[in-house]
């Protein structure tokens, strides 16, 4: 991915929503989700796209919202998540705001379990995370269908990238012949089940 043109996306979409009044604003809960909408909505104008959680922070299993989250969420239209339970803190912040669109980018789609518990870990899977790609693009082109085609162009753009990404990772570890792995997180068990 390019971290470069992301940022400058990032920095585009400001601009251009704030010289055409006020935006729409998409909040997403964390930098995987955030790396996702600012793909799927690369030159849409008239959006902002913030993220709610620090990129430092750790897993959100645990995380709870700060004052300043709850402001950048009472400013939301619509909030991006990764869903599969990462995001518990949501439930609590969305009470009496039915209103904001709420897009579950793991809606549908097979889930881990792991030491007994539902592993929400999906977009570590480069699979798994073309099918929350997915779930965002129709999410939001459902919420703001007059620029979906957009979103759905651009989001089979970002699919042929992480497609490409995926391809690179199996040809990298093709020739490894110890396939057990001892990991320190739980968010590992999605890309040793994609590499086998």
Not at 21 to 40: C, D, K, R, S
Not at 87 to 98: D, K, N, Q, T, V
Request: proline letters at 4%; glycine letters at 8%.
């Amino acid at each position: 991915m390019n971290f470069i043109k992301t940022f400058m996306t990032a920095m585009l979409l400001c601009g251009t929503a704030a010289s055409a009044g006020e935006p729409m604003t998409i909040v997403t809960t964390f930098y995987p989700m955030q790396i996702a909408v600012l793909n799927v909505t690369a030159g849409v104008e008239g959006l902002r796209v913030i993220n709610l959680v620090a990129q430092t922070t750790g897993c959100l299993h645990d995380y709870q919202l700060t004052p300043r989250d709850r402001a950048t969420l009472s400013k939301a239209d619509v909030v991006v998540a990764n869903g599969a339970g990462m995001e518990a803190f949501l439930a609590e912040a969305g009470r009496g705001r039915s209103e904001v669109a709420q897009i579950d980018a793991s809606a549908g789609i097979p889930l881990l379990i792991t030491g007994g518990e539902t592993n929400s870990h999906l977009w570590v899977s480069p699979s798994r995370h073309v099918q929350q790609v997915q779930s965002i693009v129709e999410g939001l082109a459902k919420w703001d269908p007059g620029h979906a085609m957009q979103y759905r162009i651009n989001g089979r753009r970002y699919i042929r990238d992480l497609e490409t990404l995926k391809v690179k990772m199996a040809a990298g570890l093709k020739d490894v012949k110890v396939r057990d792995i001892i990991t320190l997180h739980e968010a590992f068990p999605y890309f040793a089940d994609e590499f086998g």
